[in-house]
Structures are given as structure tokens and as C-alpha cells.
T-cell receptor, first 111, second 114 residues
Framework: AQSVTQPDIHITVSEGASLELRCNYSYGATPYLFWYVQSPGQGLQLLLKYFSGDTLVQGIKGFEAEFKRSQSSFNLRKPSVHWSDAAEYFCAASAWRKLQFGAGTQVVVTP | NAGVTQTPKFQVLKTGQSMTLQCAQDMNHNSMYWYRQDPGMGLRLIYY???????DKGEVPNGYNVSRLNKREFSLRLESAAPSQTSVYFC?????????????FGQGTRLTVV
């Protein structure tokens, strides 16, 4: 069955430190891949997306993600976290017209 | 630009009551989706409509029905609400296959069933 897995339910990071969120997918072929962010009480905002080509994708708010076909992974990174990055992050995959999400990673930023 | 509009934003139902969640998009998108979001479970797909006139079950369709009224509108109906359906519901739309397959989300409907 197709699936999107985010192994880390909760991550705590200090402000200014680097952040990496993991995402693995299980699909027959490489799907379209996305990272979304959800701030408390808000809807989802797209951070970045990967369709093909360059495996390092730049997004908004200083985020980037790297696609690794051999590992079926699409990990999200940010070199220096700001307090406003505290939110829940969702990895998603789309194949044909079905869009599937991982369970999410809650990011807490400490001073 | 309105994007994806969901109504209502909040709703409290008694067990056994019925209601319809409305969703409309003004981006001429082909595909529309209904998700529910529960703590620790991410977004789970309830139903989707790949194009006008078609609907398909997602991961958790039981207890729900949908109608793709036209290209713009995709409604979700709870015929007999249960406490297990307490959740935040999100509607989304996207163009479908092609270069731009980014999904756009509504602001959500917070539903409580007592």
C-alpha cells in the first residue's frame, strides 16, 4: 500500500540551531512530493514541492528539501531556526490524483 | 482571491444529527479532496473527486458521503454524526496531473459531536 511516513512525532530545537525533518515514502513510482506547514489554528501552507530534476529543492521561509531516490526519502531542512518556525510540518505525496499525508512532526523551538 | 472556502468554520452536533460541510474553490481546479485531521494522525483522506462527476473513497470513508455538485463545489455529508467524527475537516483542491499539482487548502471546519 502507498504510504508516507514521518518517523519523528515531535522535535525540540533551540532557536538558531539547524533543523531536519524526515520523510519516507512508499510508492510504486516516484510520486510528486510536498512539504506543508501548519501553524496553530491555521490551515496548511505549502513550503516546497518536488516533481523532477534537481534533487535539492528550495522553498519559502528559508527551507529546503533533498530528494533521495535510493532511500525513498524527502527530508526537510533549515540551517537556522527562528521562533516563528514552531509549527506542525507535514510531508505529502501525490500519485495520479490522490494526495496522501504523513502523520506530521510537531516542532517546538526553545529560546 | 478567495481560493478554497469552507463553511461553516465551527459546528457542534448532537450524536445522530446530520449535517453537510460545504467547500467551494474558484481556481478552476479539477480535483478536490476532503481530509480529517486528528492529533497524532496527520491528515487522513476521506473522499476525493478527481474530476467533475467522479468521486472515490479515501482512507477513512465510513460514515461520510460526498457530492461533487459542479466543478467548483464539493460537499461532505455526515448522515448520523458520531463522537468519533469529532475532528477538524479540511477541504483542498488542485489541478490534477501536470506541472502544477500543488494542493490549496481551506481554513478548516472544527466539528464537535457530543
Amino acid at each position: 500500500a502507498q504510504s508516507v511516513t514521518q518517523p519523528d512525532i515531535h522535535i525540540t530545537v533551540s532557536e538558531g540551531a539547524s533543523l531536519e525533518l524526515r520523510c519516507n515514502y512508499s510508492y510504486g513510482a516516484t510520486p510528486y512530493l510536498f512539504w506543508y506547514v501548519q501553524s496553530p489554528g491555521q490551515g496548511l501552507q505549502l513550503l516546497l514541492k518536488y516533481f523532477s530534476g534537481d534533487t535539492l529543492v528550495q522553498g519559502i521561509k528559508g527551507f529546503e528539501a533533498e530528494f533521495k531516490r535510493s532511500q525513498s526519502s524527502f527530508n526537510l531542512r533549515k540551517p537556522s531556526v527562528h521562533w516563528s518556525d514552531a509549527a506542525e510540518y507535514f510531508c505529502a505525496a501525490s500519485a495520479w490524483r490522490k494526495l496522501q499525508f504523513g502523520a506530521g512532526t510537531q516542532v517546538v523551538v526553545t529560546p | 482571491n478567495a481560493g478554497v472556502t469552507q463553511t461553516p468554520k465551527f459546528q457542534v452536533l448532537k450524536t445522530g444529527q446530520s449535517m453537510t460541510l460545504q467547500c467551494a474553490q474558484d481556481m478552476n481546479h479539477n480535483s478536490m479532496y476532503w481530509y480529517r485531521q486528528d492529533p497524532g494522525m496527520g491528515l487522513r483522506l476521506i473522499y476525493y473527486s478527481a474530476s467533475e462527476g467522479t468521486t472515490d473513497k479515501g482512507e477513512v470513508p465510513n460514515g461520510y458521503n460526498v457530492s461533487r455538485l459542479n466543478k467548483r463545489e464539493f460537499s461532505l455529508r455526515l448522515e448520523s454524526a458520531a463522537p468519533s467524527q469529532t475532528s477538524v475537516y479540511f477541504c483542498a483542491s488542485k489541478t490534477g496531473q501536470g506541472v502544477n499539482t500543488e494542493a490549496f487548502f481551506g481554513q478548516g471546519t472544527r466539528l464537535t459531536v457530543v
